[in-house]
């Protein structure tokens, strides 16, 4: 069973930097695609990007840039780097592994989200 928890959430002031870490236990990373999601009250769900086999991501154009997925084998771990934060980065935000891609609905099992809010 794949199970994803998640750390690293807080608050900042717009302009800093977070890095939220995935802990993933159940499957090797590789093996599988992980995500990061993000929910903003009253919006849906969105793809934030992603990582797969031999560490290849993928970015929602308006965070390519600013944030940066990596993995570490021996932990088990991805990690999301989060920097210039902006006010409308504020979201709960989750990790996700699953076949890939960007929708929701790909991915079968999720962390439990960690609040990120951003100050102006």
């Known amino acids: 069973q794949v199970q994803l928890v998640e750390s690293g959430g807080g608050l900042v002031q717009a302009g800093g930097s977070l890095r939220l870490s995935c802990a993933v236990s159940?499957?090797?990373?590789?093996?599988?695609?992980v995500g990061w999601f993000r929910q903003a009250p009253g919006k849906d769900r969105e793809f934030v990007g992603s990582?797969?086999?031999?560490?290849?991501?993928n970015y929602k154009a308006s965070v390519k840039g600013r944030f940066a997925i990596s993995g570490d084998n021996a932990k088990n771990t991805v990690y999301l780097q989060m920097n210039s934060l902006k006010p409308e980065d504020t979201a709960v935000y989750y990790c996700?592994?699953?076949?890939?891609?960007?929708?929701?609905?790909?991915?079968?099992?999720w962390g439990q989200g960690t609040q990120v809010t951003v100050s102006s």
């Open positions: 996700a592994a699953g076949s890939g891609g960007t929708g929701p609905t790909l991915y079968d099992a």
């Open positions: 159940g499957v090797t990373l590789g093996s599988l695609t």
């Open positions: 990582i797969w086999s031999g560490w290849r991501t």
